[in-house]
């Protein structure tokens, strides 16, 4: 089983700044990582897939960036609606496995 | 618009069953694998089960194999888990998910069922 490990476990940062997001794999994973955004109450929202890939409709001042075993999520210029529990998945065997999420606080 | 509307979540007791729904809408569902996803209260997220299009290729968490089943009614738009032997471990929201068209990600969510197990 592929470990995804996430840092740091939560971000304090204000609104226009920037957040950089770690996901590191035990093993290499390609670029079969995807990121997702959680807001209590709701469900998961794909932000980025393949690593750098953004989902349909995601904004611009979300990118992702890596391969191998390490992966970064920035959100260029935070907007306080970004405040949410953020998670890492990869693809690369069975079984899919998820990384413990950072919380962003804004 | 893409829509997942789970049911079936509950109360039962740790050694019993329960059969969740998903029933799906605004796309073409047949042409789409599907996922389960849980998450436990206050806690991360974590993969179930994935059924390919047609039915024919299912995997599974090690921890809920042999005695979570997936399946799906393509005719009726519909995917199912079967839960049996459900343990305290498995009280969770289960998330039904379908995938990207071609890649293992999970790209629409329904809102959730809830599934408690407890004496």
């Known amino acids: 089983e592929i470990v995804l490990t996430q840092s740091p476990a939560t971000l304090s940062l204000s609104p226009g700044e920037r957040a950089t997001l770690s996901c590191r794999a035990s093993q290499s994973v390609s670029n079969k990582l995807a990121w997702y955004q959680q807001k209590p109450g709701q469900p998961p929202r794909l932000l980025i897939y393949?690593?750098?890939t953004r989902a349909t409709g995601i904004p611009g001042r979300f990118s992702g960036s890596g391969s191998g075993t390490d992966f970064t999520l920035t959100i260029s210029s935070l907007e306080p609606e970004d405040t949410a529990v953020y998670y890492c998945?990869?693809?690369?065997?069975?079984?899919?496995?998820f990384g413990p999420g950072t919380k962003v606080d804004i | 618009e893409v829509q997942l509307v789970e049911s079936g979540g509950g109360l039962v007791q740790p050694g019993g069953s329960l059969r969740l729904s998903c029933a799906a809408s605004g796309f073409t569902f047949s042409d789409y694998t599907m996922y389960w996803v849980r998450q436990a209260p206050g806690k991360g997220l974590e993969w179930v089960s994935y059924?390919?299009?047609?039915?024919?290729?299912?995997h599974y968490v090690d921890s809920v194999k042999g005695r979570f089943t997936a399946s799906r009614d393509n005719a009726k738009n519909s995917l199912y888990l079967q839960m049996n032997s459900l343990r305290d471990e498995d009280t969770a929201v289960y998330y039904c998910?379908?995938?990207?068209?071609?890649?293992?990600?999970?790209?629409?969510w329904g809102q959730g069922a809830l599934v408690t197990v407890s004496s």
């Open positions: 059924i390919d299009g047609r039915g024919g290729s299912i």
């Open positions: 998945q990869h693809r690369a065997s069975w079984p899919l496995t």
């Open positions: 998910a379908r995938g990207t068209p071609t890649l293992a990600y999970f790209e629409y």
């Open positions: 393949d690593a750098s």
